[in-house]
């Protein structure tokens, strides 16, 4: 049916090259491209022989021209952008110039100020819209199938909804006293930062890790978690009729958040570049060359993740409560693909979202948020490629 060129090597990029192999009829020809080529040439030994053709090449994805030139040899259909945060403007430039369809799990942050947010990325609008392209923001889990989530709480279940608290609960254990379950960078500048949620409109902030709640997750059992903020809040925010409040809680146990503590304390999660023997040193950067490789956590984790959301809205005038979820477990996972469950929950639905777009089933031009499109093709998708949802009318709510 179509070409994907996927950008990045790393821990999501491998599962949502699986997953591509593992439906053929859609992704008939992808190439993988990453700043180490090697890892590109790894996953190309590990899956050639399959229906999907593969091909590698080596990008610097911070580098316009490069992408284009890439873009412009291989013709994708579509660009699926595994890599990090810091390059979705750059791989959104390229895209527009080349009038290519664009996904992303994450959305742009600037490599010097530890900010996310959606305007940047939302200033493309008009442009893709009249260039005809589709950019699909946000595909992995959280955020990705939380928005999904959403969606189709809001079409199926509810005619208002009120209330959605995302919980992100991993009660993978690893076995390392530290290490982070994606890109360290990238997960330690999301959990030191300041945490917020949306009340009324408007932003309420945290101190990090401020807010805690106990919560008896299916399948898992209780556990602590805390109030963070995350991307998601903002566009869901304004996509969901009748929001009055959203939060964000994720887990984590004692053990991480000293060793956090302890880090930070030192000045080890800084990102204000320091000299070091005659050259500037990012500790943050740093600190992740030292921390194991999230790709290489999968034999080593047992345990399960639960990620979803609960709901309580409005349906035919009486209050309605709703939760969504799925649970995911790590040694499945690594006997499926050889990567733990983080990896897999985020490049699974990468794979769902590029799929969507290549079928025809999700093509609006502009730049969209996951839930602003229809969730039911997407849903089914989930289940029948390893994520399947599960639901409950009555579930526990958080205080
Ligand atoms: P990894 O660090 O494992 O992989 C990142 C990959 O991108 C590596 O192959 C890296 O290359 C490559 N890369 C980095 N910079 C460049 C560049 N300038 N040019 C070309 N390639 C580059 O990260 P993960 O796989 O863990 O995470 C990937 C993305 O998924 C991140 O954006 C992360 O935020 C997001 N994510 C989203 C989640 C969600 O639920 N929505 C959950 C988890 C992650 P090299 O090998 O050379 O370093």
């Known amino acids: 049916m179509g070409k994907a060129l996927i950008i990045g090597a790393g821990g999501v990029a491998s599962v949502c090259i699986h997953k591509c192999c593992q439906n053929p009829d859609v992704f008939e020809e992808i190439c993988i491209a990453s700043r180490t080529k090697s890892k590109c040439d790894a996953l190309k030994a590990k899956l050639d022989g399959g229906k999907t053709k593969i091909s590698t090449a080596q990008v610097n994805a911070d580098n316009v021209d490069e992408l284009i030139a890439l873009i412009n040899s291989f013709k994708p259909d579509v660009v699926v952008n595994l890599a990090l945060p810091y390059q979705d403007l750059t791989i959104m430039d390229a895209c527009l110039a080349t009038k290519t369809n664009y996904v992303d799990t994450a959305n742009y942050e600037p490599l010097d100020t530890a900010k996310f947010e959606y305007s940047w990325q939302w200033a493309y609008r008009e442009r893709f819209e009249e260039a ?34 995302i919980l992100d609960c991993n009660a993978g254990d690893h076995g390392y006293p530290f290490a982070t379950n994606f890109n360290p960078e990238i997960n330690i500048r999301e959990v030191s930062a300041k945490g917020s949620y949306i009340e009324d409109g408007k932003w309420v902030e945290t101190e990090p890790m401020e807010i805690k709640r106990v919560y008896n997750f299916p399948e898992i059992g209780e556990k602590d978690m805390y109030l963070l903020h995350h991307e998601e809040l903002e566009s869901l925010a304004l996509n969901i009729k009748g929001i009055k409040r959203i939060r964000f809680f994720m887990t984590f146990g004692q053990s991480y958040l000293t060793h956090l503590k302890c880090l930070e304390n ?64 790590h040694q499945e996972c690594y006997k499926e693909v050889g990567s733990q469950a983080i990896s897999y929950t985020t490049g699974v639905p990468a794979m769902i979202g590029a799929a969507m777009i290549l079928t025809g089933k999700w093509n609006t031009p502009g730049v969209h948020n996951i839930e602003e499109f229809d969730p039911d093709p997407f849903m089914d998708a989930l289940n029948k490629f390893g994520l399947p949802w599960k639901e409950s009318y009555d579930p526990e709510l958080v205080e």
């Open 266 to 329: 030192v000045g080890m999660t800084s990102i204000e570049p320091i000299e070091f023997e005659g050259k500037q040193i990012v500790p943050l950067q740093f600190l992740k060359a030292v921390l194991p490789d999230p790709a290489s956590l999968g034999p080593r984790t047992v345990g399960k993740t639960n990620i979803g959301c609960i709901f309580i809205g409005k349906k035919d005038g009486k209050e309605k409560h709703y939760y969504l979820y799925n649970v995911c477990d």
């Open 132 to 165: 005809g392209i589709t950019a699909l923001l946000g595909s992995g889990f959280d955020p990705g199938v939380t928005g999904v989530f959403s969606a189709y709480a809001m079409k199926h279940e509810f005619d208002e909804i009120n209330y959605i608290d």
